[in-house]
């Protein structure tokens, strides 16, 4: 009887959320499905921001991922990309404990566990999407960290050679991979837009997510205000440093590489044991 009520409550709550979300129907298709799978269910998310203030864009949930989704999506798509997280948080919460609940009526027996262990999955999945902006800006800091001592040096060969900073910059991005050529693409889209250079590097440092990229936009802005010669001295200097954390870096991965052998090269060392063990057993018994 329990499970029938929590079932009715779920499954009248998905209908009137649903309801309440229809306003955001039309930003659905925009959605991208692979990143943000079931997004036509995410009426029922947006319902519950309209509904309920604190699980809205302006509550305390939409604030503690507001700045990772600012940073890895522009400020322009922050509110659009926040509501939609929260959406799939709350739709993929909500509708696995509706299903739950509609299976533990159904089969009675153990009803409690599938319950219980329904609700638990579709709360951990929801906080494993939550998670999603800060496990991506992570991810962007460690790759754009790895291609950026490339960077600075050749930037520096680029304007110690002659060029300025905004024309070095873009020949620069055109040779730098990844997520470092996303963020230094999306810096000339604003210089193309009518924003200073200072203020698309300083962007391009917070868009990193990384604090050496950072500390290195803050550097080169104060060399753009002091003239060209205070900016390839600082720019020299850095690329000094930057080479010492990319022999570091290529350090780092070598100890990585040889810990993953070990355990492969132990089980084989195991195995070759037992093989001698074995086959010295039946010499012996054959004698």
Same mark, same amino acid.
């Given at each position: 009887?329990?499970?029938?009520?929590?079932?009715?409550?779920?499954?009248?709550?998905?209908?009137?959320?649903?309801?309440?979300?229809?306003?955001?129907?039309?930003?659905?298709?925009?959605?991208?499905?692979?990143?943000?799978?079931?997004?036509?269910?995410?009426?029922?998310?947006?319902?519950?921001?309209?509904?309920?203030?604190?699980?809205?864009?302006?509550?305390?949930?939409?604030?503690?991922?507001?700045?990772?989704?600012?940073?890895?999506?522009?400020?322009?798509?922050?509110?659009?990309?926040?509501?939609?997280?929260?959406? #799939?948080?709350? @739709? *993929?919460? /909500?509708?696995? !404990?509706?299903?739950?609940?509609?299976? +533990?009526?159904? =089969? $009675?027996?153990?009803?409690?566990?599938?319950?219980?262990?329904?609700?638990?999955?579709?709360?951990?999945?929801?906080?494993?999407?939550?998670?999603?902006?800060?496990?991506?800006?992570?991810?962007?800091?460690?790759?754009?960290?790895?291609?950026?001592?490339?960077?600075?040096?050749?930037?520096?060969?680029?304007?110690?050679?002659?060029?300025?900073?905004?024309?070095?910059?873009?020949?620069?991005?055109?040779?730098?991979?990844? #997520?470092?050529? @996303? *963020?230094? /693409?999306?810096? !000339?889209?604003?210089?193309?837009?009518? +924003?200073?250079? =200072? $203020?698309?590097?300083?962007?391009?440092?917070?868009?990193?997510?990384?604090?050496?990229?950072?500390?290195?936009?803050?550097?080169?802005?104060?060399?753009?205000?002091?003239?060209?010669?205070?900016?390839?001295?600082?720019?020299?200097?850095?690329?000094?440093?930057?080479?010492?954390?990319?022999?570091?870096?290529?350090?780092?991965?070598?100890?990585?590489?040889?810990?993953?052998?070990?355990?492969?090269?132990?089980?084989?060392?195991?195995?070759?044991? *037992?093989?001698?063990?074995?086959?010295?057993?039946?010499?012996?018994?054959?004698?």
């Amino acid at each position: 009887m329990a499970y029938l009520i929590i079932a009715t409550v779920a499954v009248l709550l998905y209908i009137y959320m649903d309801r309440a979300g229809k306003d955001f129907e039309e930003i659905i298709p925009a959605i991208d499905g692979n990143e943000y799978p079931l997004k036509d269910f995410y009426t029922v998310g947006y319902g519950w921001q309209n509904k309920v203030k604190a699980l809205g864009y302006h509550g305390n949930l939409a604030m503690n991922i507001r700045s990772d989704v600012s940073r890895y999506y522009g400020e322009k798509y922050c509110e659009f990309y926040s509501r939609t997280v929260l959406a #799939q948080v709350y @739709t *993929i919460v /909500h509708l696995g !404990i509706a299903f739950s609940s509609v299976l +533990a009526t159904i =089969v $009675e027996d153990n009803g409690y566990m599938i319950l219980g262990i329904g609700t638990a999955f579709s709360i951990a999945l929801g906080w494993n999407y939550y998670r999603g902006p800060r496990e991506k800006m992570e991810n962007r800091a460690k790759e754009c960290i790895e291609g950026f001592p490339d960077m600075v040096m050749e930037l520096t060969l680029m304007i110690n050679a002659g060029m300025i900073l905004r024309d070095a910059w873009i020949g620069v991005a055109k040779n730098t991979k990844g #997520q470092l050529k @996303t *963020i230094m /693409h999306s810096s !000339i889209d604003r210089m193309n837009n009518g +924003a200073s250079d =200072v $203020e698309a590097i300083y962007t391009f440092g917070v868009e990193s997510g990384e604090q050496d990229i950072k500390k290195f936009a803050n550097l080169l802005i104060q060399g753009i205000d002091k003239g060209n010669s205070e900016l390839v001295s600082t720019l020299l200097q850095q690329s000094q440093e930057l080479m010492y954390i990319k022999r570091q870096q290529a350090l780092q991965k070598g100890e990585q590489a040889a810990t993953k052998l070990v355990l492969p090269t132990s089980l084989m060392f195991v195995g070759l044991i *037992i093989v001698i063990i074995v086959a010295a057993t039946n010499t012996m018994g054959g004698i």
